[in-house]
């Protein structure tokens, strides 16, 4: 079972990325897929969460407005659209999905698989 991070890159304040989470090797069109990132020196926090139906949204304030979680389950894919970017929004951005609910959470251990990451780096 694989989830498989992409998109992340270099980019300006005030930029744009959209991030992929590839799931392989199992189904998670009824989990909760969700986007946790860590900044340097820094734990790794919250950032989005989506219900199986992609119905339910969850978002950290820090990003509120500006990013958007999305799924595609017929591609077994969740994607993090990120706008409006900001230098503190530079991370290593993984994926991961909660097999146990149907509730999204947004706590680390509520999360059984995960991606390897993403590197976003947002230059001012």
């Known amino acids: 079972v694989q989830l498989q991070a992409s998109g992340g890159g270099s980019v300006q304040a005030g930029g744009s990325l959209r991030l992929s989470c590839a799931a392989s090797?199992?189904?998670?069109?009824?989990?909760?897929m969700g986007w946790f990132r860590q900044a340097p020196g820094k734990e790794r926090e919250f950032v989005a969460a989506?219900?199986?139906?992609?119905?339910?949204?969850y978002y950290a304030e820090s990003v509120k407005g500006r990013f958007t979680i999305s799924r595609d389950n017929a591609k077994n894919t969740v994607y993090l659209q990120m706008n409006s970017l900001k230098p503190e929004d530079t991370a290593v951005y993984y994926c991961?999905?909660?097999?146990?609910?149907?509730?999204?959470?947004?706590?680390?251990?509520?999360?059984?698989?995960w991606g390897q990451g993403t590197l976003v780096t947002v230059s001012s």
């Open positions: 989506i219900s199986w139906s992609g119905g339910r949204t």
């Open positions: 090797g199992r189904t998670f069109s009824s989990d909760v």
């Open positions: 991961a999905a909660d097999t146990n609910t149907v509730v999204p959470g947004t706590r680390e251990n509520e999360y059984d698989y």
